[in-house]
C-alpha cells in the first residue's frame, strides 16, 4: 500500500577518480549509439519508461516523481539549457530530465536547487523559473527542492545560509516558490536538519510562515 515512488538523482554517479566499469557492457549493448554517453542516457530513459508504465498499470494512483540535480544543462552546451555553470544531470547522470517531463513519464519532478539567490554559477531563481518553463505546457507537477541542511552552516561560497540564520535567503526562495503559478510547493531536505540548533531561527519562520 504505497502512495508514490520517488527516485533521487543518482543515475549514473562516477567521478575522476572513481570511474564507473561498464565499458565491457558498452561493447555488448552499446553498438547502435554514436557515444557511450548516448547509450548511458537510453539506459536511464528505459528505466523511466519502463517504471512509469509498470506503476500505471498496476496501480494508477500512485504517484512516480524524481527528484534530480537542478541543473538539467548548461546554456553553453545547449540553447534550451539554464544560464548556469553547475555539474549538468544530462552530462554528468546521464539523465534527460527534461524529456521525462515532456514525455510525460512523471507526475511530478522535484529538481534538487541547492543554491542561494547570490550563487551565480547556479542562481536559485534562474533555475526555478527555467523549471517553471519545462513544466508549464505539461501536466507533470514542479515541487522545488531546497538546501535546508545548508541553512545556518558557514561557506565562503555561499555565505548567505547563516545571515540571520538563513531567514531572509529561505524567505526569498519561498516567496519565489509562491510567485510562481507553475511551482505546486517546496520540499525541504531533509527532514533531520528541522531538530538542529543552527537551523532553529528558521525554524521558527517557518512555523509563523506555514502554522505549527
Given amino acids: 500500500p504505497v502512495d508514490g515512488v520517488q527516485f533521487d538523482d543518482y543515475f549514473y554517479a562516477e567521478s575522476a577518480g572513481s570511474t564507473l566499469n561498464d565499458s565491457q557492457t558498452f561493447r555488448t549493448y552499446g553498438q547502435g549509439f554514436a557515444s557511450k554517453a548516448d547509450w548511458r542516457r537510453h539506459n536511464t530513459q528505459q528505466l523511466i519508461e519502463q517504471v512509469s508504465r509498470t506503476i500505471k498499470q498496476l496501480k494508477p494512483g500512485v504517484e512516480f516523481g524524481v527528484s534530480p540535480a537542478g541543473v538539467w544543462r548548461n546554456l553553453s552546451h545547449d540553447p534550451a539549457g539554464s544560464d548556469t555553470r553547475g555539474a549538468a544531470a544530462y552530462d554528468e547522470a546521464y539523465a534527460d530530465t527534461r524529456r521525462w517531463v515532456q514525455m510525460g513519464l512523471l507526475d511530478y519532478i522535484a529538481p534538487q536547487i541547492y543554491w542561494p539567490f547570490s550563487r551565480q554559477a547556479a542562481r536559485y531563481d534562474v533555475l526555478a523559473n527555467w ?77 509563523s510562515r506555514w502554522g505549527s
Avoid at 555561499?158 to 526569498?172: A, F, R, S
Avoid at 517546496?186 to 521558527?204: C, D
Fill in 131 to 207: 523549471w517553471a518553463n519545462v513544466v508549464k505546457p505539461t501536466h507533470t507537477r514542479l515541487y522545488i527542492g531546497v538546501a535546508f541542511y545548508k541553512v545556518g552552516e558557514p561557506s565562503k561560497n555561499e555565505p548567505d545560509w547563516t545571515v540571520n540564520g538563513g531567514v531572509p535567503e529561505l524567505k526569498k526562495q519561498l516567496d519565489l516558490n509562491e510567485s510562481v503559478p507553475q511551482i505546486s510547493g517546496t520540499i525541504l531536505f531533509r527532514e533531520n536538519y528541522l531538530n538542529q540548533p543552527q537551523t532553529q531561527e528558521a525554524v521558527n519562520y517557518l512555523r
